[in-house]
């Protein structure tokens, strides 16, 4: 996977970070977790249950891709767990340079009650609603998007991951 980027996308609960940590291990990649790069006031209004607006998501998303320039530039392969939740994001990601997309659907049900079993995470099933209003799933003119089933377990989804670029 060498210089090779891609993005793992979808609402809260979905499992991107689950899907991003075996999927990085699996082919030598490094893990990124798009939270990280959340500034501090984007982290508090999430913890209270508030959505982020796209005015708090602008400077987020060009700190990622900022980041996915440098590890391009490296040769370094990079698997990024990001919501991405919107096409104008997925857009403004794929300004850094050559992506696949991997966005892992999953129905509001069992988002639900992930988010409900989730312990130690700022994003909690408060912020379900805004996420699912946010979310515009991926168009069939997005043709480096891969859209996943990912109800199933985390090392059936990783399978199907790993087979989807695998065709790609």
Known sequence: MS????????????????LGRALAAATGARFVDADAFH???NVAKMARGEGLDEADRAGWLDALVAHLEEAAGRGEAVVLACSALRRAHRDRLREAGELRFLHLHVGE???????????????GASLLPSQLATLEAPGEDEGDVLVLDAEGSPEEVLAEARRALARS
């Open 39 to 41: 500034p501090p006031a």
């Open 109 to 123: 049900a069992e988002l639900a009650r992930r988010l409900r079993s989730r312990r130690g995470h700022y994003a």
């Open 3 to 18: 210089g090779d980027a891609v993005v793992v996308t979808g609402p809260s609960g979905a499992g991107k970070t689950t």
